[in-house]
Every structure is written in C-alpha cells, then in structure tokens.
C-alpha cells in the first residue's frame, strides 16, 4: 500500500514508531570528515526525518547498526561470566538497495556459515526491519549494476524522498498499523538501471587460470600505493572479520569486558599464526586476497553471487585513491591476457 504524508506527518510517523523501533539511517556528523571543515555521513540513531541525509552516500555501511566496530560481547570477573544485553526495541533501518543486498550476505556468514551462528548477531537481526530508500542516480564511485545488487526485494516499507514529504510504500503488515489514517497514493519504486560506469567481471575457468592470475605482475603497482591502513575493508559494507579484545577496568586483570572489534585482512599481521609465520606479507598479496575474495571466493563456495554489491565505498575512503572497479577491470584483462598466452 502507498501513502503521501509531508514533513509534518512524518515527523509524527516517527513519534509513533519511537514506541516500537529505534530508527537508524544515514545522518550528517559536522567536522568529523577527513579533511579539516568536512562532514562525514555515517549510521546513527535519528529522531526526525529531517535528520536522514538524502543527497549523498553514506560514507560507513549500516552493517555498523548490527556490528559496530567495538562492542561489547560479556563481562567477566574471576569466577563469573555475564553476556551482554540484547536491544529491547525492534530496529528500522533506512538502507539502499546495495546495503540490503549486503545484508544478505552478512547473514550468510553469521548466521549459516557451515553450521555456526554468531548469536549477537542474531539476536540483533531477528529484531531487524528495513526501509528501503529510493536509489535511481547513484554516485561517482557506485558499479551496483555490474554486481547486480541495484534492486533489492527484502524490505519492510520503501520510501521516495521529495520536497514536500515522503512517498511510503508498505508492504510489512507490522508496520501497517502506523499508517492508519495516512492519505493514500498509487507510486511507482524505481531502481538504478545504469551507473556512471561498468566494470567487467572477471570469470576464472580453473584453478589453473587462477594460480597464474595470483602470480600476474597486475599486483605488484599495490606494494607501492597501498599503506594496509584497512580503511577500504571498515568501510565495506560485506567485509564481516573481527577479534576480540579484552578491556580491563583496573589493576586487577580479572575484571573487564571482552569486546569484539572489526579487523582487516588489508592490515599487516591478520594472518600471523604461531611460530611467526604469515601467508600474506606484501599490501599486494592482501589487495589480491581481498580482490578475489569479493570477486570470485566467495562465489565459488556459495555458488550464487559475488560478495561484492558494487557500493564503492571501499574507494571512496582509500587515502591513496585506490580503486576497487580499476583492480576488477584489471583482473579481466589479465585473464584476457593468460587466456591469449594459453592459446598460442
Ligand atoms: S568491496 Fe568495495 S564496492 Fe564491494 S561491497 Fe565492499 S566496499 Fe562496496
Ligand atoms: S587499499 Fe587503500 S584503504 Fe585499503 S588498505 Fe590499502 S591504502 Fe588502505
């Protein structure tokens, strides 16, 4: 069902899904940019659609809404242990199309990832609703037509943001009830047909044609741009590694919290096993990894889709302007160039 409600009616939406959800979207944070006298847009908590940031891509991920990059996963003293606490409210998220379909693999690896389930992540995504916001211009950096994640079904309500309100279409019944009363109107959600531009995905035949990828001189530019600072891998919306990390309170070691924090595989030393041995010593070798991982990995054990959803947010953070479509057009045409070797 579709409705028209403006600036006012919105705002007393919100008041009456407040009892019910804790509503997260993308909301500007002054001065808190890279660069002196810049904005960042990240995910956080709002009160009013006034607050929800329309116009520009969310530089971080909603994953930080069901993972933050530090929270605390139980309490410890020395004889005891106590979990910490589940939301009480229901959450809604307001998401575009590539950060639903994001989702779905975040869930996977979660939730049914060779028969573990990572509990505080489920506990928070059980209690989880999306809102999907309208997406029909993308930005500079977006290739979500290329991964085939610029529609998205998987959504409570989608809205239309205009000048004089918020076009609502509603298909959860849960949220139904909220728009009793509401006016009304027939609208169409429409979807990104066509990025500013493509990037052609790589397809590797064999486990041949993959060994010689790995070893192509494509990677070594890497070892001098990229600084392994796991910017591009934070502000990823499918990258889903942790640790964890204890926090002590006082000089006695057996009182704390044990936290789980994001980690990178672009930084040097997550791959560090006992005996100091590591697979992935060079930014090259950990941009290949990544490289694969979203492109072809993750692919060949699901079988269904790449994990990539083209959100472009991993180049838009690089300090050193590294682009992610640039390394899977240079993957194609590197295969392009084995395949012309294999045949001679
Ligand atoms: S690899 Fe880059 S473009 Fe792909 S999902 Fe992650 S941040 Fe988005
Ligand atoms: S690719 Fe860019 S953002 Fe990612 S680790 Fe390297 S320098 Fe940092």
């Known amino acids: 069902m579709g409705y028209s409600l403006n600036h006012r009616e919105t705002d007393a939406l919100f008041d009456r899904l407040a009892a019910e959800y804790k509503i997260y979207a993308p909301k500007r944070f002054a001065k808190q940019g890279r660069y002196s006298d810049t904005d960042i847009v990240r995910y ?4 009013t659609a006034e607050e929800i940031v329309w116009d520009k891509k969310s530089d971080f991920s909603a994953k930080e809404v069901l993972t933050p990059v530090t929270e605390p996963i139980f309490y410890f003293t020395e004889d005891e242990y106590r979990e910490s606490g589940a939301p009480k409210k229901k959450i809604l998220i307001f998401l575009r199309p590539c950060d ?4 779905e693999h975040q869930d996977r690896i979660y939730l049914d990832n060779g028969g573990f389930c990572d509990s505080y992540y489920q506990r928070m995504r059980e209690k989880t609703r999306f809102v999907l916001m309208e997406c029909t211009e993308g930005w500079d950096t977006c290739f979500c037509c290329s ?3 610029n529609r998205a079904e998987e959504y409570s309500a989608a ?8 076009l609502w279409s ?6 139904a009830p909220h728009f009793a009363g509401c006016e009304e109107v027939d609208w169409q959600l429409q979807f990104i047909e066509k990025n500013q531009f493509d990037v052609k995905i790589p397809e590797i035949a064999d486990k041949e044609t993959l060994a010689k990828l790995k070893k ?4 070594q530019e890497y070892n001098d741009r ?3 600072c796991g910017s591009c891998t934070l502000a990823c919306s499918t990258c889903t590694c942790f640790t964890t990390r204890d926090k002590i309170y006082s000089e006695n070691a057996m009182a704390g919290e044990r936290r789980r924090v994001h980690d990178s595989c672009q930084i040097a030393g997550f791959d560090a096993m006992a005996g100091g041995h590591g697979f992935r010593t060079t930014p090259a070798d950990r941009i290949r990894y990544r490289a694969l991982h979203k492109v072809h990995d993750y692919k060949a054990r699901f079988g269904d889709y790449h994990m990539c959803v083209g959100c472009g947010r991993c180049s838009a953070r690089c300090p050193k302007f590294i682009s992610f479509p640039a390394i899977i057009n240079k993957m ?8 012309a070797e294999a045949s001679k």
Do not use: Q, Y
């Open 44 to 47: 956080d908590e709002i009160h």
């Open 100 to 103: 639903i379909n994001a989702f």
């Open 147 to 149: 991964m085939g994640a």
């Open 159 to 166: 809205v239309r943001h205009t000048e004089e309100g918020i």
């Open 170 to 175: 509603v298909k959860d019944e849960e949220l």
């Open 216 to 219: 192509h001189p494509m990677w």
């Open 226 to 228: 990229c600084v392994s």
């Open 332 to 339: 194609s045409a590197a295969l392009e160039e084995i395949a």
